[in-house]
């Protein structure tokens, strides 16, 4: 995991930064850390989790979308994080979606595929 996040193949830069800036914020207002539990996904993965192979930035290479461990924050928490994301990257069309695909709750975060990028 930790080798998917820090490797430029692995993961897209721009969501590294963010999710590195958001674990600070998360630290200096809630105290708690942020856990990464998935990044990028295989298109056995994905059908195992889906049923199908369904899109997903967790596809791409680099990768476009982590999940984070959701348990541990309150609602309040999570909701400061989605703010957090919304007011810093929000003009960027970056996707924070907290649910359960039925595999857990986590919150997903997602950052769209550059213009003109085959990435």
């Given at each position: 995991?930790?080798?998917?996040?820090?490797s430029?193949?692995g993961?897209?830069?721009?969501?590294?930064?963010?999710?590195?800036?958001?674990?600070g914020?998360?630290?200096?207002?809630a105290?708690?850390?942020?856990?990464?539990?998935e990044?990028?996904?295989?298109p056995?993965?994905?059908?195992?989790i889906?049923?199908?192979?369904?899109?997903?930035r967790?596809?791409?290479?680099?990768?476009?979308?982590?999940?984070?461990?959701?348990?541990?924050?309150?609602?309040?928490?999570?909701?400061?994080?989605q703010?957090?994301?919304?007011?810093?990257?929000?003009?960027?069309g970056?996707?924070?979606?907290?649910?359960?695909?039925?595999?857990?709750?986590?919150?997903?975060?997602?950052?769209?595929?550059l213009?003109?990028?085959?990435?």
């Amino acid at each position: 995991m930790e080798e998917q996040f820090y490797s430029h193949e692995g993961m897209d830069a721009r969501l590294r930064g963010m999710i590195l800036e958001l674990a600070g914020f998360v630290s200096r207002t809630a105290g708690k850390n942020l856990v990464v539990t998935e990044v990028r996904r295989t298109p056995e993965r994905q059908r195992e989790i889906y049923g199908c192979l369904k899109p997903s930035r967790h596809l791409d290479s680099p990768c476009g979308a982590v999940d984070l461990r959701s348990r541990g924050f309150t609602a309040e928490e999570i909701l400061e994080q989605q703010n957090w994301i919304e007011y810093w990257y929000g003009d960027w069309g970056v996707r924070f979606i907290h649910h359960d695909v039925g595999r857990g709750e986590h919150i997903h975060i997602q950052v769209p595929r550059l213009v003109g990028s085959r990435r």
